[in-house]
């Protein structure tokens, strides 16, 4: 579904991410891993198209999408939640999630949305600045999914997130691949959460892939070893 071939970022002459090469299927969850400032986000914002690529190619479904713009990408099926949520807090949270409708020609949030997400039907007109982290990361999904998306993006959906509700949001992604045939590719720090929802993980460092392991056969204490500082 997403293949990403040697794949090269930079911040003006300053290359991040050193040619990258992977690929994820339907219904599978690939968690990047690494510590912070090892190149996550740079590559998550690479591939929805917010920075350029020096080199490379992304495909989605067979489509190179590496030359369309973000608002391109998200048509052709690629769907972002951001570090941080980025939700729109003057808006209500309908409001929000109403925002990615327009690619989906939706003209109701699904029903399936608010079964995923009971908290934000009762809260659907509440302003979403006052949501608390964890609703606001429900909220930041539910409105990527009503893009209809191929390929949902996460960067690092537990930062900042208490632990009773990280459980939640690793309950809502097994939930939502059971649910739609979507690939989904999140990135990490917190390996718990990762061995509840990845099919396969992969760690980053200093821009380059250093490991990788199926969930079947992860050796933890490695991936400890890779994230602890
Ligand atoms: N706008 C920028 N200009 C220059 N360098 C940047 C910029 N943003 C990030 N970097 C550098 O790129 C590298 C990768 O950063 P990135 O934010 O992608 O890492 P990350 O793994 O997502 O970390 P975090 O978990 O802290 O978000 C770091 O060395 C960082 O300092």
Do not use: C, W
């Amino acid at each position: 579904m997403l293949h990403v071939d040697n794949l090269k970022v930079s911040y003006g002459q300053s290359e991040v991410i050193h040619g990258v090469t992977f690929s994820a299927e339907k219904n599978e969850t690939l968690a990047i891993m690494g510590r912070n400032g090892m190149g996550k986000t740079t590559l998550f914002k690479s591939l929805i198209g917010v920075l350029p690529l020096s080199a490379g190619g992304i495909q989605v479904d067979g489509m190179d999408i590496s030359k369309s713009e973000s608002y391109q990408r998200v048509a052709r099926g690629v769907a972002y939640v951001p570090q941080g949520r980025m939700i729109f807090p003057n808006l209500t949270v309908q409001e929000n999630i109403e925002t990615g409708m327009g690619v989906s020609k939706l003209k109701k949030i699904p029903d399936d949305i608010y079964a995923l997400f009971p908290v934000l039907q009762d809260m659907r007109h509440r302003k979403g600045g006052n949501l608390s982290g964890g609703q606001q990361q429900q909220l930041a999904i539910a409105r990527a999914l009503v893009t209809n998306p191929k390929v949902l993006l996460l960067d690092e959906p537990t930062e900042g997130i208490q632990p009773s509700i990280i459980k939640d949001i690793a309950n809502v992604l097994n939930e939502i691949k059971k649910m739609r045939d979507i690939t989904i590719i999140v990135s990490e720090q917190v390996l718990s959460f990762t061995m509840a929802v990845a099919d396969r993980i992969i760690v980053i460092d200093k821009g380059n892939f250093i490991h990788e392991d199926h969930r079947s056969e992860v050796d933890i204490e490695k991936i400890k070893g890779y994230l602890s500082v």
